[in-house]
């Protein structure tokens, strides 16, 4: 399919360092994107559908990396069906798995662990809730595994492995596994804080520091955070991404950010939700963290953005969270929301509001356009003006 988004208002990159990009057009073909900026009559012409976005704001679609799926759109913890596809509707375009811990009965020997990470990876390759992307299948590390397993899974596809919820002794009992990972070029992810469900043991500094994963996932806390003075030193001491999420402690978030801003260390900065978990099902949760350090932080809002797009991207090794020539044609127009005090997405996103998502186009094919269901109406006429293409992709009001 060609799709064009035309009349915005702004773009918004996803990349920090230079976060807008001049123009007003977006051109998608095949799955990516092929233009951003400046575009002719005759190009937009030529495309299958066509978006006006009537001023609002273009962002790439945010990638949460974080989430607890198991198999499906489901979710056994909330007894929830269709959670991925709602969180679309909050302008979530890709999901990464955290393993499917919330398995009912979930195995945990080595053969059991790789074959759910495996089976997990699989069901996840083609379906596409939503039309959101997930990334599923992180091996649980677990004692009892080897090198020779995190060889005999990578080489069958699986590039995510988890550390936090094994029957280990102590968490440096994590530490070989790690490595393994990291050598057979897997992203490796630890929970971090206290423990999240009975039998799971706390992670702290000292065992970060010791395992040196690619990720401390929720290391504000998931939900509970670590203490204070732990945080320099995982900032200082370490290469790692460190992942915020919704699901954890609102005060360190802030701390966090604010170092990592200070050590010039702002690519390690991550934006997740960490849900469906006992927290609940929150499809504007990353909406939500956004606009919690834009407006209570001095982080700019465009930054807070790029951490919950092109940061996760690029610590991912992923080909979206970026608007540009070549990435993944994954796009979410957004702009102020009906009865707001302020007039476009990114003023809104700073006074503490969230923003309306006007449309979501993943893979260049629009999922919605005109209004979320998760959201209040935007103030602007989001609408598809031209379409060749059999489907109606406005949605009736919610």
Request: proline residues 6%; glycine residues 10%.
């Given at each position: ?33 092929t ?64 393993s ?40 649980i ?6 090198e ?25 009992d ?127 809002v ?7 797009t ?6 991912y ?23 707001g ?58």
């Open positions: 399919m060609k799709t064009a988004i035309v009349n915005l208002g702004t773009i918004v990159s996803g990349e920090w360092r230079e976060p807008y990009v001049r123009g007003d057009s977006i051109l998608m073909e095949d799955g990516k994107i233009e951003v900026g400046t575009v002719s009559a005759k190009q937009v012409a030529a495309r299958d559908v066509v978006i006006d976005a009537d001023g609002a704001i273009a962002i790439p679609g945010l990638i949460d990396s974080q989430v607890h799926n198991t198999f499906g759109d489901y979710t056994p913890r909330q007894n929830t069906v269709g959670f991925l596809e709602s969180y679309v509707h909050g302008g979530v375009t890709t999901a990464i798995g955290a499917e811990v919330h398995v009912p009965g979930r195995p945990r020997d080595p053969a059991g662990v790789k074959a759910l990470a495996v089976a997990a990876m699989k069901c996840f390759e083609h379906f596409r809730p939503g039309g959101m992307r997930v990334y599923a299948g992180s091996i590390l677990e004692p009892g595994l080897t020779a397993d995190f060889r005999d899974i990578a080489a069958q596809g699986v590039w995510l492995a988890k550390a936090g919820f094994g029957a280990v002794e102590t968490p440096f994590y530490v070989p596994m790690v490595s393994w990972a990291k050598k057979h070029r897997m992203i490796t992810t630890v929970h971090t804080g206290g423990s999240s469900i009975p039998g799971s043991s706390g992670i702290w500094a000292d065992h970060l520091l010791a395992m040196q994963p690619d990720v401390s996932f929720h290391v504000n806390g998931g939900p509970v955070a670590m203490p204070d003075t732990d945080f320099p030193r995982v900032v200082h001491e370490s290469g790692m991404a460190l992942q915020v999420c919704t699901a954890g402690n609102l005060r360190t978030t802030l701390l966090i950010a604010d170092l990592v801003r200070k050590a010039d260390q702002f690519d390690r900065f991550l934006i997740a939700t960490d849900t469906p978990t006992g927290s609940g099902i929150m499809p504007l949760g990353m909406m939500y963290t956004i606009t919690h350090l834009a407006s209570l932080s001095d982080m700019p465009e930054w807070a953005i790029a951490a919950a092109g940061n996760n991207a690029r610590v090794r992923l080909n979206s969270g970026f608007l540009r020539n070549g990435c993944d044609a994954d796009v979410v127009v957004l702009d102020a929301c009906v009865g005090s302020k007039d476009n997405a990114l003023d809104a996103l700073r006074n503490g509001d969230i923003a309306a998502v006007a449309a979501v186009v993943t893979d260049g094919v629009p999922r919605f356009v005109g209004r979320s269901c998760n959201t209040p109406a935007p103030n602007r006429t989001v609408r598809v003006t031209q379409c060749r293409v059999p489907q109606d992709y406005s949605l009736a009001a919610h």
